[in-house]
């Protein structure tokens, strides 16, 4: 990465010199997440990178910026190890780090032209829903919601050379409706549009959207990726160095939405447990999900990895390994059951989020409220790395109480 900030993108020397995996060994994406790619510091030994708090670089005698780097708003080292570990991971070209998931979300939008014509799911995480349909839309873009799941409704939402971007969010939130990546791709390209996912909840661990066609792919690393419910930060990564991607850094770059070099830094320290948190927490979401599946209280289980789950078959091919730790339960009794429930529980934490390592429980529709789709019943579940009876026992008895 080099930096100016203009965001213009000027080239420079690549100022990051010892990263092994340049000429090293095809290491699996596991073993990269866990060394943060092998780096190690060449001047004192060090295996930890250190964090970089300079706001700006010296300038060369002949007022070049041979080091690539110029001032803090464009560019911090501290970046290089989350950013690097991500776009590798994802098999990308590219990974900017942003001040949040929405930071980053909503500059891929900004980086649109008004007038743009965007698709957009009608269910997807609701902040950056109820943007879209204020801001983005009284900036001048054509926001238009489909069920993204149909993809003969996708097709026909489709106007070529007037629609610039697809986004999808799968499994959504907080019915994890999963989307067809790649079909999407193809009509996103055929009309001449990006298509951008936000894989928040499948994580690169269980799905590698660039690799199905996507162009972009987006995280609120706020959640499993950095994993500690200790950071807010968020990341776009691009499959090719093309205009919109310039356009992104510039928005990224000249309004400011950086990533705090802390932050940076325990992003990259989340990243290498990466692997096991994820695949712990799916692993006990599935149990889960079958255990609630029969529990007399509850009424629905949404997840994409029960059989008789809606996407269940297009989660199984595109989700490699996994179907993610996030489920949802519809409770018998209605919107008074469901809140009930959630006033009961002991273990579980109430509170908005996901992706960390303690087990958390929502009632979404309180939090979205007015106008939002998300039935009344449903009791959103973020499945951390506690011992599976725990949570279960916990979740039975606080549904029994509250029958
Ligand atoms: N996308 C998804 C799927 C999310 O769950 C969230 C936050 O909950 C966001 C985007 C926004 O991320 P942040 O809270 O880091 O801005």
Do not use: C
Request: hydrophobic share 45%; glycine share 10%.
């Amino acid at each position: 990465m080099t930096d100016d900030p203009k965001g213009d993108d000027p080239k420079g020397d690549d100022p990051k010199g010892d990263h092994p995996e340049d000429d090293g060994p095809n290491w699996r994406p596991q073993t990269l997440a866990a060394q943060a790619m092998g780096w190690t510091d060449e001047t004192t030994g060090a295996i930890i990178p250190p964090i970089h708090p300079a706001t700006t670089y010296l300038r060369d005698a002949d007022n070049a910026y041979r080091r690539g780097r110029m001032y803090a708003r464009a560019d911090n080292p501290t970046y290089d190890h989350a950013s690097d570990l991500l776009t590798a991971l994802e098999e990308g070209a590219d990974t900017l780090l942003f001040a949040s998931g929405m930071a980053a979300a909503t500059a891929v939008f900004l980086a649109l032209d008004p007038g743009d014509h965007v698709v957009v799911p009608k269910v997807m995480y609701w902040a950056l829903r109820a943007w879209l349909h204020d801001s983005a839309r009284r900036w001048g873009l054509d926001v238009e919601g489909v069920a993204s799941d149909d993809l003969a409704g996708l097709a026909a939402a489709m106007r070529p050379g007037q629609t610039k971007l697809v986004w999808l969010e799968t499994p959504a939130n907080p019915l994890w409706t999963v989307s067809d990546i790649a079909a999407a791709a193809q009509l996103a390209h055929a009309a001449g549009a990006h298509l951008a996912v936000d894989s928040t909840v499948a994580t690169p661990v269980f799905t590698r959207p660039l690799s199905l066609g996507a162009d972009l792919v987006m995280h609120s690393a706020t959640k499993y990726l950095n994993g500690h419910s200790d950071v807010v930060a968020g990341t776009l990564t691009t499959a090719r160095q093309d205009a919109l991607w310039g356009r992104i850094r510039q928005v990224l770059v000249q309004q400011g939405g950086i990533l705090g070099a802390f932050e940076a830094w325990l992003l990259q320290r989340g990243m290498r447990s990466l692997f096991v948190r994820v695949e712990a927490a799916a692993a006990s979401a599935l149990a889960l999900a079958h255990r609630l599946a029969a529990h007399p209280r509850v009424a629905q289980v949404l997840y994409p990895g029960l059989p008789d789950f809606a996407g269940h078959q297009l989660a199984a091919r595109q989700m490699r390994g996994g179907f993610g730790g996030m489920l949802s339960i519809r409770v018998k009794g209605g919107e008074a059951a469901a809140v009930a429930t959630a006033a009961k529980v002991r273990l579980w934490k109430r509170a908005t989020s996901l992706g960390g390592v303690e087990s958390l429980i929502e009632h979404r529709a309180s939090v979205e409220g007015a106008g939002s789709p998300v039935p009344v019943d449903l009791l959103r579940l973020s499945v951390g790395l506690e011992a599976l009876e725990d949570l279960y026992a916990d979740l039975d008895q606080a549904l029994r109480a509250a029958g």
